[in-house]
């Protein structure tokens, strides 16, 4: 089947910039809407941003102005640019694609291993 790969986490300073990307490779025939999660110690994981195959983006109203979600659907990459970083912005990144690996286009949730952001001064 297919594979997701995170990269891009790292320690930032309040206000600072971090870009992830997550690179979907395998059987991949299509690929749907892709997005991020996020999940903090204790807390629940949430949805951070999600862009569907033609480009439309979508924010959870706490990352709206500040990060910007895209896609190259020929690198089958999506990515995550994150501006003006808070503290409450730590937590382990997840990304998912919905992916269908043959023709049939039966599309399947697929998860990324996570990468850890961590904003503090």
């Known amino acids: 089947q297919a594979q997701l790969v995170e990269s891009g986490g790292g320690l930032v300073q309040p206000g600072g910039s971090l870009r992830l990307s997550c690179a979907a490779s395998g059987s991949i025939f299509s690929i749907g809407t892709m997005g991020w999660y996020r999940q903090a110690p204790g807390k629940q994981r949430e949805l951070v941003a999600t862009i569907n195959s033609s480009g439309s983006p979508n924010y959870a109203d706490s990352v709206k102005g500040r990060f910007t979600i895209s896609r190259d659907n020929a690198k089958n990459t999506v990515y995550l640019q994150m501006n003006s970083l808070k503290p409450e912005d730590t937590a382990v990144y997840y990304c998912?694609?919905?992916?269908?690996?043959?023709?049939?286009?039966?599309?399947?949730?697929?998860w990324g291993q996570g990468t850890q952001v961590t904003v503090s001064s």
């Open positions: 998912k694609a919905n992916i269908a690996t043959d023709q049939q286009r039966n599309f399947f949730r697929y």
